[in-house]
C-alpha cells in the first residue's frame, strides 16, 4: 500500500518562510521523481516543482524560481518544499506526488502515479 502523507502547511505573513514535507511508504522511493502541485480556491490544479529520482535535477515552475526550492533525501524516503518571501498568492492546498518513469521531470498531473492528500498554506497579507 503506497501512501504519501504532507505535512507542514500553515498560515504565514506575506514575506516570510515556510516548509512543508511529505513522507513516503509503501514504495521503492529512489525509483520515482517527485514532485508538488498546488491548488488555490477556484483554479486548477498547478504544478510547481520537481525533482529527480537522485535530486541531480530540480524544476520550477516560473512563478516560484528564485523563492522555492524542491529537496529530497532518499534514505529518510522524504521530499521537501522550501518556500521563502511568501506571496498571498502562493495560497493554495499542496500536495506531492510519485512518478514511476526516469527521464525529464514530468509537469502533468496525470503522468504522476500516486498522490498525498494535501496540506493547507495560507499566507496573509
Known amino acids: 500500500q503506497v501512501q504519501l502523507v504532507e505535512s507542514g502547511g500553515g498560515l504565514v505573513q506575506a514575506g516570510g518562510s515556510l516548509s512543508v514535507s511529505c513522507a513516503a511508504s509503501g514504495l521503492t522511493f529512489s525509483s520515482y521523481a517527485m514532485g508538488w502541485f498546488r491548488q488555490a480556491p477556484g483554479k486548477e490544479r498547478e504544478w510547481v516543482a520537481g525533482?529527480?529520482?537522485?535530486?541531480?535535477?530540480?524544476e520550477y515552475t516560473d512563478s516560484v524560481k528564485g523563492r522555492f526550492t524542491i529537496s529530497r533525501d532518499n534514505a529518510k524516503k522524504r521530499v521537501y518544499l522550501q518556500m521563502n518571501s511568501l506571496k498571498p498568492e502562493d495560497t493554495a492546498v499542496y500536495y506531492c506526488?510519485?512518478?514511476?518513469?526516469?527521464?525529464?521531470?514530468?509537469?502533468?498531473?496525470?503522468?504522476?502515479?500516486?498522490w498525498g492528500q494535501g496540506t493547507q498554506v495560507t499566507v496573509s497579507s
Open positions: 506526488a510519485a512518478d514511476r518513469n526516469v527521464g525529464r521531470v514530468r509537469i502533468k498531473d496525470y503522468e504522476y502515479d500516486y
Open positions: 525533482i529527480s529520482w537522485s535530486g541531480s535535477i530540480t
